[in-house]
């Protein structure tokens, strides 16, 4: 038996004021996956989960989730899927487990199997001993782990996790990813959304870069980052002159691209298919051929602003409707 | 979408709005402790240079306008908590379940229902320590609570529609100042025989005012007034107005509630 893929969108478009947030977007998840939307601010990743999360109308197109329209079979659809929003979507006066409770509860569960499974949730999201105390006192990590917890009580098909770590400090996002590691192996197809290509990375089976509305690329993260360029060796240089001279050098050595940033005095060097040791290599012996002491050489993954200058001729800074216009070409 | 489950969902959600309370009481509490300091500066400070047509005690006048005032002052602490709440993260998973669209308003119209309630006990207690008396039988008494709770009702309403649609600080101050002309135009502190002609006509049909005298008739107190709708027909205007009020705002919130955006 082949499986229905749990997130099916066709052209979907949705229209506000002048603009189009999503423009003929397409997607299509499998059972079981973890497929994660990458996308700058305004790129309509937020978007496209509501519509999907029936939270939002549909201008046009059509999407299924879990096999039912999200134009008409609204109840359905939300019975299916579980949604952890940018802000976490609990109440702060009440406790943890009250909150998962309650939820529980107007889910359908009675009171006895709402609150088995807030203790089970509890248990694998690792809040148990922050379980009874207001939410108002919980850190951003704890919240947002609570908040998955609430959108994994009725064992939902697929869960929408929009920007699950946007504000979230360096041990927060961690106990993140690990939540979100947990959740799939309880077996939920997983919906993230984020603007960090490294998070993208670390969690996703597919990711699905957009911008204005639309898809740009598709692909496995091994697949995208080879149609990236591979990483970036960046070299560090003491002045602006011996950066230009430093990209002559390489540019002449390694058949490369090289990109100058006089500002910064450096450049930075796209490691292509050969793989970024290599790359670093050859452009280490090249400044030394030239006679040139770099201040710092790093090799790292390309950063988003690059992924969307690779693939959209356009960093991620431009405004709203000028991306949006982009989108037409 | 069944009406018991709905139902379900509302009770539910009325047990969150009183767990808030439990928690953080200091609303309420304020709530209350402003009505009874408003009984004591129209009671004490005011009332005695107040003359009533048709004659009687103020104090005894005042009350059951008071009562109704504080129903109607209520729709202040409804629409603030509900503009409160559709800003918050919460109604957000709240419109992301299952439930339905009236649950989380008729949670919060049961929470205060059960809220004005009590402080219609203690505002009745404190009346009683100072003199006020309840002359009708208990069923004329506790058909007055009624009435006052379907004031209350209706109103919470017009709260919970307004509270979703003016989520802005402006639009929630802008009610909380009006509430008070419109709670004052009408038969609560003075009577509308003794109001310019027009006044006294937008006083007497003010639905607060149709409680307040349809109590005034069943609590046995003066009735401060000697013609007009408000002293022939008090209770049948009490019963009829809230109808009113409710069928256009209850379907108007349900609406308001599914439209709030993301």
């Known amino acids: 038996m082949t499986l229905a893929p749990p997130l099916k969108a066709r052209g979907l478009r949705k229209r506000y004021g002048g603009t189009y947030a999503l423009d003929g977007f397409d997607l299509t998840v499998s059972a079981g996956s973890v497929h994660a939307l990458l996308g700058p601010n305004g790129a309509g990743k937020s978007t496209a989960v509501h519509t999907l999360a029936t939270l939002t109308r549909i201008d046009e197109g059509e999407a299924r989730v879990a096999g039912f329209d999200v134009a008409t079979q609204h109840a359905q659809v939300r019975a299916s899927i579980g949604l952890v929003g940018q802000s976490a979507a609990l109440d702060e006066i009440l406790h943890g487990r009250e909150n998962l409770v309650m939820f529980g509860r107007l889910h359908g569960l009675t009171t006895s199997a709402a609150r088995s499974r807030a203790a089970e949730l509890l248990e694998a999201l690792d809040l148990v001993d922050a379980a009874d105390r207001k939410v108002s006192t919980y850190s951003g990590g704890m919240r947002r782990r609570l908040d998955i917890a609430a959108g994994l009580i009725t064992r939902p098909a697929v869960l929408f996790l929009d920007e699950p770590t946007t504000g979230l400090d360096p041990r927060g996002r961690a106990d993140v990813w690990d939540a979100v590691r947990r959740v799939v192996a309880l077996g939920t197809t997983v919906l993230l959304t984020t603007q960090y290509l490294d998070e993208a990375d670390r969690l996703a089976d597919r990711i699905t870069v957009m911008t204005a509305g639309r898809v740009v690329a598709e692909g496995s993260p091994a697949e995208l980052k080879a149609t990236l360029g591979g990483d970036r060796v960046l070299v560090g240089l003491p002045t602006a002159a011996v950066a230009v001279a430093a990209r002559d050098a390489v540019a002449t050595a390694v058949p490369v691209d090289v990109r100058l940033d006089e500002e910064r005095a450096e450049i930075v060097v796209e490691a292509g298919a050969a793989g970024g040791t290599a790359a670093l290599l050859a452009v280490v012996r090249a400044l030394d051929a030239a006679g040139i002491t770099p201040t710092q050489v790093q090799l790292r993954e390309p950063t988003l602003d690059e992924v969307f200058l690779h693939l959209t001729d356009r960093p991620t800074t431009s405004d709203r409707t000028a991306t949006a216009d982009g989108g037409h070409r | ?262």
């Open chain 2, 1 to 262: 979408m069944n009406a018991t489950s709905a139902l379900r969902q509302s009770w539910i959600i009325m047990l969150r709005d009183l767990k808030h309370w439990q928690r953080e009481p200091w609303t309420p509490l304020f709530g209350i402790a402003f009505t009874i300091m408003l009984v004591l500066v129209f009671g004490y400070l005011f009332g005695g240079s107040i003359e009533l047509p048709g004659g009687g005690d103020y104090l005894s006048y005042l009350m059951p306008g008071m009562f109704a005032l504080a129903m109607m002052f209520g729709l202040e602490g409804t629409m603030t908590a509900i503009a409160n709440d559709s800003k918050k993260g919460v109604t957000h998973r709240f419109r992301s379940l299952p439930i339905s669209s009236v649950a989380v308003p008729l949670g919060r119209a049961g929470a205060d229902l059960a809220n004005s309630a009590v402080e219609l006990v203690v505002l009745m207690a404190g009346g009683l320590l100072i003199g006020w008396r309840a002359g009708g039988s208990w069923s004329e008494s506790l058909l007055a609570v009624g009435l006052l709770l379907w004031l209350r009702f209706a109103l919470l309403w017009l709260g919970i529609f307004l509270g979703l649609v003016l989520r802005g600080e402006g639009g929630v101050m802008a009610v909380q100042i009006l509430v008070w002309p419109i709670g004052f135009l009408s038969s609560v502190f003075v009577s509308p025989q003794d109001m310019p002609a027009w006044l006294g006509f937008l006083a007497q049909w003010n639905p607060v005012s149709a409680t307040a005298a349809a109590c005034r008739e069943l609590f046995g107190n003066p009735a401060g007034v000697t013609d007009g709708v408000l002293a022939e027909h008090a209770v049948a205007v009490a019963l009829v107005w809230p109808l009113v009020l409710a069928a256009v705002f209850v379907p108007l919130s349900a609406r308001a509630f599914r439209r709030l955006s993301a």
